[in-house]
């Protein structure tokens, strides 16, 4: 009997670029001892955080990830709905990220969506399972990181089941991160609400995991329905305060859903300090084709990377031609470099994109960004 192969199908990763780079590891230059010693945490969802994740173990770094629990779209929003589980979806994606072997049988297989139910992804439905079977959400997450020999840790932000709100800058409200997400108009503002009418409740182990991290990244990612949840939860913005930690935030490199439509890297900036982390961001990675300068326009084009174009980088001023299947690159400009360094943080952009994927980070140059922030940051501690 033929096997179908549209009965299954792997979830697309941008951290699938990183085979290259994992290739490439022996021949680049390491990290010192003290500096594999940091200890780092991601904060995000989505496709976003397996990438810093990804990136920080390919420089040696501790690592774990604390992770949003407002997915409620896909196979996570059917499992919510249906089963009443714990969103399984972003968890899953970093657990995969985590892998000791990317290339793993089993590793893979979670990654598995099955056409013949319902598009369910295979890790999602054994996180959901484990997660019965032994009454505990974290439970269900130890037992999946010693199933992928996981190299780090991925912590909830909280175990209460939340719903994401949304008020768009034209002043609609949606209901729902999977709605908020494909918003029409650019998002202004999201806030969170437990199920049960309570204040969500934090995952302590997540929040000692960001006071005791030497360097918290933020991002890659959705901004208002990935990274920004995490920050709705009590006690998560307070965490990062005090942590000796620097801060860094990966700006996306592009608009690939409606939430952040025609915002720019400054507004993408604003947009975490308004929901809590003025004064706490500081380095911020935003991507460019050139460098930013007084005379520089704005830029956000995907054009291709060049050898020299490496150590610096912007865009250039967008058009038609520049759009990618609807995806509109994130722009900045010398103006607005100058006006978010005036608010603390340092901005280092580079040309980020991915040749092959021009809408995913190149391994390759965030490894070497994350590398150069981990040296400057330890330069300003010492």
């Known amino acids: 009997m033929k096997k179908s192969t549209e009965a299954f199908r792997v979830d697309p990763a941008a951290t699938a670029a990183f085979s290259a780079l994992r290739s490439a590891l022996p021949n680049l230059r390491p990290l010192d001892e003290d500096a594999r010693a940091l200890k780092a945490v991601v904060i995000g969802g989505g496709t976003g955080a397996p990438v810093s994740i990804r990136t920080l ?3 040696g770094v501790q690592t774990s990830a604390v992770v949003a629990m407002a997915d409620d779209g896909g196979s996570t929003g059917v499992l919510r709905e249906e089963a009443d589980v714990t969103p399984p979806g972003d968890i899953r ?33 054994l996180l959901a399972a484990l997660e019965d079977a032994t009454g505990s959400f974290p439970e269900a997450i130890a037992i999946c ?43 202004a503002q999201v806030w969170l609400s437990a199920e049960d009418g309570r204040p969500p409740r934090p995952y302590e182990p997540a929040l000692q995991a960001i006071r005791e991290a030497d360097l918290i990244v933020l991002g890659p990612g959705s901004l208002f329905t990935s990274i920004i949840p995490n920050l709705l939860i009590p006690g998560v913005v307070e965490a990062i305060r005090a942590s000796r930690g620097r801060v860094l935030f990966v700006c996306a490199l592009a608009d690939v859903q409606g939430e952040t439509w025609g915002l720019t890297a400054r507004e993408h900036f604003e947009a975490l300090a308004a929901h809590g982390m003025e004064g706490l961001i500081d380095y911020m990675l935003v991507h460019s084709k050139v460098p930013l300068r007084a005379e520089s326009p704005a830029t956000g084009s995907f054009a291709a990377i060049s050898g020299a174009e490496l150590e610096h980088a912007s865009t250039s001023d967008l058009n038609d031609d520049q759009l990618i299947k609807g995806v509109r690159p994130i722009s900045i400009s010398y103006a607005d470099m100058l006006a978010i360094q005036s608010r603390g943080p340092i ?5 980020l994109v991915d040749a092959e994927q ?10 070497d960004a994350f590398q150069n922030v981990i040296k400057l940051s330890r330069a300003r501690r010492s």
């Open 145 to 187: 990181e010693k199933l992928v020999d996981a190299q780090g840790h991925v912590y909830p932000s909280t175990l209460d089941h939340v719903v994401l709100s949304a008020q768009t800058q034209d002043g609609r409200i949606l209901d729902g991160q999977a709605v908020a997400c494909h918003s029409k108009t650019a998002l």
């Open 57 to 59: 173990l390919s420089l």
């Open 93 to 125: 994606k970093c657990l995969v990220a985590f892998a000791k072997d990317p290339a793993d049988p089993l590793v893979r297989a979670l990654k598995y969506r099955f056409a013949v139910a319902r598009d369910h992804a295979l890790g999602n439905l």
């Open 358 to 367: 021009p809408t995913w980070h190149s391994p390759f140059a965030l490894r």
């Open 347 to 351: 901005v280092i952009s580079r040309n």
